[in-house]
């Protein structure tokens, strides 16, 4: 049986909210949940450092930010293997195709991708990607801008 995930993290992998702020955030996303069966799958989770939000057996590609170029499943696997290692102290890559150094964050996924110290996860959400108003009630309610990634395991 396959999982689905909503999630919801900063835009800045390493920016992690207070307390009350999650609080705040996970209220707001509860509201945007069509029953309480998705509801009771809403967590918030802290991490003590950046994890990888993957979107699982949706992605189709990763695309560098500057030129456009696809990258291979194995240099990103690779590179993501290498800041794991150091404990993603960063997450800088020079990428092989233009030579840019960009972060793993800010590299192109279709199907969206990241990577944070915490999130907002609902398991089995029973609906879709929100929307940019609703994004945006998030950004407020965590004080932070925000990125959704559904994930299908």
């Given at each position: ?27 707001v996303l ?42 291979t499943p ?80």
């Amino acid at each position: 049986m396959s999982d689905n995930y909503l999630t919801v993290i900063p835009t800045d992998p390493y920016w992690r909210p207070s307390k009350d702020a999650a609080d705040r955030a996970a209220a707001v996303l509860s509201g945007m949940l069509p029953d309480d069966d998705a509801r009771r799958g809403l967590e918030a989770k802290w991490h003590d450092s950046v994890e990888v939000v993957f979107c699982g057996a949706s992605l189709e590609k990763i695309s560098c930010p500057r030129c456009g170029s696809q990258f291979t499943p194995d240099w990103w696997g690779e590179s993501v293997s290498e800041r794991y290692k150091e404990g993603f102290s960063t997450l800088t890559v020079t990428v092989p195709c233009c030579g840019v150094e960009t972060s793993l964050n800010e590299l192109v996924y279709d199907w969206p991708t990241g990577f944070a110290r915490f999130r907002l996860e609902v398991l089995y959400p029973n609906r879709a990607w929100l929307t940019d108003e609703e994004l945006a009630s998030l950004t407020e309610a965590l004080g932070h801008p925000v990125r959704q990634i559904l994930i299908h395991t």
